[in-house]
Structures are given as structure tokens and as C-alpha cells.
């Protein structure tokens, strides 16, 4: 990715940035808390919630908490109505988080050829009832007293060069919808996190240099991999998440640790030649995952939210080679250490860590969306909850009828891993627990041995 693109996705940033100021700040997760991510399939099956998760149990795994995917797809905000009590309240979630637009607009009333007054009357119908069913909703979820944060949509991609079937005109009723949930944020005084307009112009600026690309993915609708870890960046930064891993500051030449914070140091050896110390920091760096490592160029996720620094001052001059638990990461001039490296973009143990914490939590995410697979197909049938003791045979033939006019490849796989994951579900529900205790405790950070000396 060249200078200019890079200039025009961080441009896109700071032209983007949401307004401050206007409701209640994003609370932060904490020991304890119940998370219910509530939304359509960018939910279901997305994974920008997954990577908020990864994200504080590397920066606080001393505070455990919780993540209930609370997605369901297709869904939409009158359709959640039937499943508030049985789907969200009944997990006693302490925050509740609501991500719905991309079906309530009803992306077909902007296809080619649709026009009209006809067709106005159902698009505003559509908003209108976007804005009634989120209120109903919202009252709800006052009466209850658990924390909220509502999201504005993500993209839809109706910009993009490609050959996919568009709906021109599906971001713009978006950006409607964005500004139906900032008033309702305001009027029940819930949280609010706009990730619909900076991923927008962020969009519209990578695609200024190429017009193939996109956040989405080729069907317009669903963010892969780079568009959730956008959706997380700007969650996270609405939170005030923290920037700081751990920072180090040393003084060779006095022999001395000038500052050491969310560390402990124990020096071994100083001189102005060589350091060597004992490192152990209370949280890890945050790894990206490599499919969404070109948007560091565009986003300023290291700046922002992933800095493990070290800087030592006093050293004589020359190039020194930085071993950690005797491996090699690098060689830096003094200069540079005496300014200051963020260990987070190297491939330290601590990274390796994380690493082995992210696989963790992607396997977690993965087996629990099989559960949401169930609870989709459930869904579909019982719209209002599944009735005790419905077996499971009869949902499936039910849900089979319900399917056949779609006639969908889509639906078909979901009935075949009902009946393949439904036998298995209480196994299944065991191997997430399992996963996620050991997505915790592979995120209590190791002791690491660090050393600098001149070569």
C-alpha cells in the first residue's frame, strides 16, 4: 500500500471522527459483567465483538468477564421484539450492546428500477418502523437497568466497483438510521458509538485509489476480518480504552529504572554497553490478525490502542541487538532506543502469548456461533421462544417447510448443522466454557527476560 493511499485512509480519520460529548461515555467491562451483543448477522456471524473481547482480556486479564452473542440473522429491530425476555434478559446481562439497521432499511426497496412515490412511501415506512421498534425495545431495556450501547449500522458498500449486485442509495437510508439511534441514545441517555460515518468516509477514501476495494466483503452487506477489527477500533476508542500494554524507562548510565508502569522491573546487569532485566507486565500486546494487518497503514490501531514501551537513555553509541527470553527480536541504533520502541509491533514472546490467546478466542467464537446456528433455526420456527420439551425433529420439519420457497443453499446448510450440532449442543455449550477458560488464563502475561547489548 503506497504513501498516498495510506495519507487517504488516515485523512479519512480524522474527517470522520465521531462527535464527543453528546451521551453518556461507553462504559468499560469489568469482573463480573454480562456482555449480550444484540444484532443481525454482522453480529451472528461477525466477529468485531470477538475482537473487543480479545482485546481486554490482553489489557485486564485480571477482570474476567463475560461475552453473550445475542446476534441472530436476518434479524431486525421489529423481529428482536420477540426475543428480548428469552434471548437477552434472562442472561442477566449487566451491559447490553444493539447493532441493527442493515435489513430494517430493506435493502430490495433500492434495487435498480425501484422508484417511485410508491416506493418512497415504503422506504420511509421501513424508517419509521426502524425508529418504533428500537424505541419499544429501549424501554425495555431501561426497565431492566443494564448498561447500554447502541451502534450505528456498519457500511453498506454501494460504492464500490464490482461485479456484485448493488442497491444505490441502501448507506445513504443507513446514515438516517445512524441518526434514529444517536436521538435515542439521547433521549434514554444510553451510550452511543458511531461506526456508520468514519467507516463510510474511510470507505469512500481507500476506494479513491482503488475502486474495487472495500471494508465489506463482495456482497456489500457483511465487514470480513479488516472491517470488524475497523468496527472494534472504534468501539474501543469510544470506551477510552487504554493505549498502554506497559512502559519502560531506563537509564544505563545511571543504573537505574526512571519509570516503570502496569510492569515490574528487576534489573540484572546495567552498564552503558549492555542492560539486562527481568520484565514481567500485567497485560499483552493486542495481535492483530494478519488478514487485517494492511489497515495499520489507515488506522491508527498501534497508536491508538497497542503501546508496549521501552526507551533507554545513557547508552553508548552504536547498534545493540534486543534478545527477550534469549531470542533475537531485533537490532536498533541507540538513537532509536533512546527515543523510545513499541515491543507491540515486534514478534516478542509476549506477542506469542497473545497469539496463543487470540487461537483460544477465535475457537470460542467459532463453536459458539454453532450454538447461535441452533438458536437461529429455533428462531425461525418459534419466533417468540422455543416452547420446553419441543424436540428438536420438529423443529427441524417445521423449519424445512418454513425454508423450502427460498429454496436457499444458504438455509439448506442451516438445517443439516441443526440436526448435526443440535444432538451435540450441551457438548458443544462445555467446549466453549472450556475455551474460554483457557482464552483467560493463557492471557495472565509470563515473566520474560530481557536483554540489550551492543553488537
Not at 468516509?201 to 476506494?207: C, E, G, H, R
Not at 485509489?209 to 475497523?230: C, E, F, N, W, Y
Not at 500494554?245 to 522491573?265: F, G, P
Not at 523510545?340 to 497469539?355: D, H, R, S, V, Y
Amino acid at each position: 500500500m503506497n504513501i498516498i493511499l495510506r495519507f487517504l485512509m488516515f485523512a479519512a480519520l480524522l474527517i470522520a471522527a465521531p462527535c464527543e460529548g453528546d451521551v453518556a461515555g461507553l462504559p468499560f467491562f469489568k469482573e463480573g459483567d454480562r456482555w449480550c451483543v444484540v444484532g443481525d448477522s454482522i453480529t451472528h456471524d461477525g466477529s468485531y465483538h470477538s475482537l473487543i473481547y480479545l482485546y481486554w482480556a490482553t489489557r485486564h486479564p485480571d477482570q474476567r468477564f463475560t461475552t453473550i452473542n445475542c446476534g441472530i440473522n436476518g434479524d431486525y429491530a421489529l423481529r428482536t421484539l420477540n426475543r428480548w425476555n428469552w434471548d437477552v434478559f434472562e442472561r442477566n446481562p449487566t451491559i447490553v450492546s444493539v447493532l441493527l439497521g442493515m435489513n430494517d432499511v430493506f435493502r430490495g426497496l433500492y434495487a435498480p428500477g425501484s422508484e417511485g412515490e410508491a416506493v418512497e412511501v415504503k422506504r420511509k415506512e421501513a424508517l419509521d418502523q426502524y425508529s418504533k421498534s428500537l424505541t419499544t425495545a429501549f424501554e425495555q431495556l431501561k426497565v431492566k437497568g443494564a448498561k447500554v450501547i447502541l451502534m450505528s449500522p456498519s457500511v453498506y458498500d454501494d460504492t464500490a466497483h464490482f461485479e456484485s449486485p448493488n442497491n444505490p442509495g441502501v448507506n445513504k437510508a443507513l446514515d438516517i438510521c445512524s441518526q434514529i439511534v444517536l436521538t435515542l441514545a439521547k433521549q434514554f441517555g444510553f451510550s452511543f458509538v458511531d461506526i456508520h460515518t468514519p467507516m463510510t468516509a474511510l470507505n469512500l477514501k481507500i476506494q479513491e485509489k482503488d475502486p474495487q476495494a472495500t471494508l465489506v466483503s463482495r456482497d456489500r452487506v457483511h465487514p470480513g476480518i479488516p472491517g470488524h477489527l475497523v468496527m472494534a477500533y472504534y468501539f474501543l476508542k469510544a470506551q477510552g480504552a487504554p493505549a498502554e500494554i506497559a512502559t519502560i524507562e531506563l537509564d544505563a548510565r545511571q543504573q537505574k529504572v526512571l519509570h516503570a508502569s502496569n510492569c515490574h522491573i528487576d534489573l540484572r546487569k546495567t552498564s552503558t554497553s549492555e542492560i539486562a532485566f527481568d520484565y514481567h507486565p500485567q497485560s499483552l500486546p493486542f495481535p492483530v490478525p494478519e488478514e487485517a494487518q494492511f489497515l495499520l497503514d489507515g488506522i491508527p490501531f498501534i497508536q491508538d490502542l497497542n503501546q508496549e514501551r521501552l526507551k533507554i537513555s545513557g547508552l553508548d553509541d552504536g547498534n545493540y541487538e534486543l534478545l527477550i527470553n534469549g531470542q533475537s527480536i531485533r537490532t536498533y541504533p541507540s538513537a532509536e532506543l533512546d527515543q523510545g520502541i513499541n515491543l507491540a509491533t515486534e514478534k516478542t514472546p509476549a506477542m506469542e502469548q497473545a497469539m496463543k490467546v487470540a487461537a483460544f478466542n477465535k475457537a470460542r467464537s467459532e463453536k459458539d456461533q454453532k450454538l447461535r446456528g441452533l438458536i437461529f433455526v429455533g428462531n425461525c420456527v418459534y419466533p417468540t421462544g422455543v416452547p420446553p420439551n419441543t424436540d428438536p425433529e420438529e423443529i427441524a420439519k417445521k423449519y424445512e417447510e418454513i425454508s423450502r420457497p427460498w429454496n436457499s443453499k444458504y438455509h439448506q446448510n442451516q438445517l443439516e448443522q441443526y440436526r448435526l450440532n443440535k444432538p451435540r449442543e450441551e457438548e458443544i455449550r462445555l467446549e466453549v466454557e472450556h475455551l474460554t477458560d483457557d482464552m483467560w488464563k493463557a492471557a495472565i502475561p509470563g515473566k520474560f527476560q530481557i536483554e540489550i547489548r551492543k553488537k
